[in-house]
Structure formats: C-alpha cells, structure tokens
T-cell receptor, first 116, second 110 residues
C-alpha cells in the first residue's frame, strides 16, 4: 500500500484482557516506531525497530507491553492484562532512514484503544 | 533528556497570520520537525529545519534559532482546513527516538 496501515482502527477491551495491535509500514522502510498518544497530548515514544532488531524499548511503560517485528516488515504491539490507563491512541510510524540521522516519519492513523 | 514546550491552544481568524512557538531544552539534535495532525488522523510532515533561519514552503514557514532554543511555525492566509494540532519534534543526537512536544491545537474561525 501507499502508506502505513494499522489495524484495528478501534479496539475496546475489558480490563485484564490481552490485545494485539498491528502495523504494516511502508514497503522498504527500515525504521519502525510505536508511539502512545493520550487525548490532547503529543505522541510519547514506546519502542523502535531497525528491520527486525528492537534497538530501543525504553519507552515501554511496563513489562505488560511487548512489541515484535519478526521479519522486518509488519510489527505487532501486544499489551497484556490491559488496565484503564492503557486507554490511548497507539500510533505506528516508519521511515527509510536506518540509523540515527533524521528523516520524516510516516504515521498510520492509529489504533484507538479503550479499556473498560 | 529534553523538554519540548508548546502553547496548548491558539485561536485565529480566517485569512490571518499565526505563529506557533516551540521551545526546547536539549543537549543536541540534528534538526527540528513540524507535523500537522487533524483530529482523529495521523500526524503528517510539514517542515524540517537543520540550519538557523527561516524555511519557507508556500503558506507555511518554519524558523529555528539554536542559540535561543526555539522554533516557530508561521501560517499565513489561514484557511478553515488549517484547524488542527501542530507538533514540533526533535531526535536527540545519537539516539533513535523522536521526542514530540505536547502539540498546539489551532482553531481557525470564520
């Protein structure tokens, strides 16, 4: 596809349930990022992949959060035993830059997670 | 670490000019990005400043002053469709993550 695709668009989970959020980056983009965005706030960094390697997971808020990108393309963010404070929009972004140089991020429309 | 501050909300009139500021404290970065985000949508790239000074791109311009620790986004001839949130972001040198400001929600009134 032409852009970054995320699914599902909306997810409602009962507290304690596990959820899996999918991101399909732009083909050929080496770098993939996950961000969490609360209402009225800027995106907060969660984790970064360069191809299949997870090089930075410093933003994951707890060990209930886990991300993978096993073949260096599609990525999944998994949240175990969801809590109400996990309610947010989860944004995925990709870029062609592979190192620590700058390049614009291409974002998906996000998954809005609501934990009840 | 770094802190990036933006005003929470601004209001302006259609046809006017508005300046959205972004101040930061960081030990070093390559360049500063601006993104636009309409409600419920993905942020989209607007501009990138690596050198001090003004970068003009149509109705939108962005300015960077490293010595003063701030940037601004200038929007001219405002249109209703410019109502959105505007985010500034940097990547601290040698790290992988981009840090975003809190975002400024701009309302353009008729």
């Amino acid at each position: 596809g032409a852009g970054v695709s995320q699914s599902p668009r909306y997810k409602v989970a009962k507290r304690g349930q596990d959820v899996a959020l999918r991101c399909d980056p732009i083909s050929g983009h080496v770098s993939l990022f996950w961000y969490q965005q609360a209402l009225g706030q800027g995106p907060e960094f969660l984790t970064y992949f360069q191809n299949e390697a997870q090089l930075d997971k410093s933003g994951l808020p707890s060990d209930r959060f886990f991300a993978e990108r096993p073949e260096g393309s599609v990525s999944t963010l998994k949240i175990q035993r969801t809590q109400q404070e996990d309610s947010a929009v989860y944004l995925c972004a990709s870029s062609f830059e592979s190192g620590t140089g700058d390049s614009p991020l291409h974002f998906g429309n996000g998954t809005r997670l609501t934990v009840t | 670490g770094q802190n990036i501050d933006q005003p929470t909300e601004m209001t302006a009139t259609e046809g006017a000019i508005v300046q959205i500021n972004c101040t930061y404290q960081t030990s070093g970065f390559n360049g500063l990005f601006w993104y636009q985000q309409h409600a419920g949508e993905a942020p989209t790239f607007l501009s990138y400043n690596v050198l001090d000074g003004l970068e003009e791109k149509g109705r939108f311009s962005s300015f960077l002053s490293r010595s003063k620790g701030y940037s601004y986004l200038l929007l001219k001839e405002l249109q209703m469709k410019d109502s959105a949130s505007y985010l500034c972001a940097v990547r601290e040198r040698g790290t992988y993550k981009y840090i975003f400001g809190t975002g400024t929600r701009l309302k353009v009134l008729a």
